[in-house]
Structures are given as C-alpha cells and as structure tokens.
C-alpha cells in the first residue's frame, strides 16, 4: 500500500510558478515510478511528467517540457513537480501517482500508475 498526499496548489497570474509536493507513505526509493497527473474541468485526466526511482529518468508531456521539472527528494520520501511560466491551459486538478507492484504500460499513462492521491487544484489566470 502506498498512500499519497498532494500539497502547493493554488492560484496564480499567468508567467507566474508554484512547486507542488506529495508526500509518500513508503520509502520512494522503493516505488518503481512517480508521477504527476492533471484533469481540467470536462476534460480526461493526462500525464504530465514521470520519474523513474532507479536512475531518475524523467518523461515530460510536450506540453510542459522546458517550463516544468519533476524530481524527488528520497530521504524526504516526497515528490515535487516545480512548474514555471504557467499558462492558464494549465489549470486543474493535479494528482500524484505510484507504481508500486502492478503492471507497466509506460510514462504517463494512467493505467500504469496503481496509487493516487486527492488532488491538489491549480488555476492559472489571464
């Protein structure tokens, strides 16, 4: 088991940053892959950046290469996306996610990801 709690949302000017976090109940070391996860309103949740704990490669949507940047922090057990020049297409509800023993289907899928926190909402205004 693997439980997972976001913190950071907010809202925001766009250009503007926040850096979210997630704490994790089991060692991040231990978890194959982290990632992030976001669902504006009417739309399907998407990955938007992944982490691998064995090596720390990193996958990025194409809509926020250069302008996020995912990372983890071991010791701390905790996850953090810092996102930077936000746009107001960023807006929504943002989930963190674990693999942890199931089955891999590749960076931001969702089906790949087995545990997830509530959410942490971001709005980016105009």
């Known amino acids: 088991q693997v439980q997972l709690v976001e913190s950071g949302g907010g809202s925001v000017q766009a250009e503007g940053s926040l850096r979210l976090s997630c704490a994790a109940s089991r060692y991040t070391r231990s978890i194959y892959s982290m990632g992030w996860f976001r669902q504006a309103p009417g739309k399907e949740r998407e990955g938007v950046a992944s982490i691998y704990a064995l090596g720390g490669g990193t996958y990025y949507a194409d809509s926020v290469k250069g302008r996020f940047t995912i990372s983890q922090d071991n010791a701390k057990n905790t996850l953090y996306l810092q996102m930077n020049s936000l746009k107001p297409e960023d807006t929504g509800m943002y989930y963190c996610?674990?693999?942890?023993?199931?089955?891999?289907?590749?960076?931001?899928?969702?089906?790949?990801?087995?545990?997830w926190g509530q959410g942490t909402q971001v709005t980016v205004s105009s």
């Open positions: 996610a674990a693999q942890y023993g199931g089955r891999w289907y590749g960076p931001g899928q969702l089906r790949s990801y087995n545990y």
